[in-house]
């Protein structure tokens, strides 16, 4: 388990170094193939990171305020827009995965994740179907930039930012920001083939089709 005593032993290492001693530490907590059975997760509030969850706070610590770590994706969206739906479908997908409601603390001088409740977020839209033709794209393009530079709290949250740019009425671009210690480039593509599944079940006045998760990350 990482401690706070390794952030300050890290803070004193040479890049190189630094990367020897995480790499030392991902081997000692590497489960051997008897203990790589995934159980199911004790309901417990705050609960211990991953390796690769310490990993990533540690660095974070060390470098705060940066947006390194962001996993930014744009989802360009062609045609009538139920924006309705598409709110319903990003906190249906916030509800079904805790590690989208995650925010991370410190208790006993080791980090720990804690995860909140559902409520439901309001979708921000931001129209830019005004403006004159020639700005419209940088606009949206500068925008774009902005969140992907904006830094994620891992402290406060969420660590899961999503926005509406309307172009044209039938031209929208839909941007998401996750924090790498709760996605990668696997987990974004499951948030896009959910999120695809629930609004087509959604406009259709459907329920959600997927089943219940029966562990969480």
């Known amino acids: 388990m990482i401690t706070t005593d390794h ?5 004193n290492l040479t890049p190189a170094k630094r990367a020897l001693l995480l790499k030392h530490i991902q081997k000692e907590a ?6 790589s059975l995934i159980p199911r997760r004790a309901r417990l509030n705050p609960s211990p990171l991953s390796f690769a969850q310490q990993r990533l706070w540690f660095l974070t610590r060390l470098e705060p305020d940066t947006p390194f770590y962001n996993v930014p994706t744009t989802l360009s969206l062609k ?3 139920d924006i309705g739906a598409l709110e319903r479908t990003v906190n249906e997908i916030i509800r079904r995965h805790e590690v989208l409601r995650t925010t991370f603390a410190e208790a006993d001088g080791q980090p720990v994740q804690i995860v909140a409740p559902a409520k439901w977020v309001i979708l921000p839209l931001i129209d830019l179907s005004e403006l004159p033709c020639e700005t419209r794209e940088a606009e949206a393009q500068q925008l774009v930039n902005n969140e992907t530079r904006r830094p994620l709290d891992l402290t406060v949250g969420p660590l899961l930012r999503v926005t509406l740019l309307r172009l044209a009425e039938d031209e929208h671009v839909l941007l998401v920001t ?3 210690i709760i996605s990668d480039g696997w987990s974004m593509g499951l948030f896009i083939r959910e999120m695809s599944a629930l609004y087509q079940a959604f406009t259709a006045g459907e329920e959600s089709p997927l089943e219940e998760l029966e562990i969480q990350y």
């Open 79 to 81: 045609g009538r827009l």
């Open 7 to 11: 952030l300050e032993r890290l803070k």
């Open 178 to 180: 996750m924090h790498h």
């Open 30 to 35: 590497t489960p051997t193939e008897e203990s």
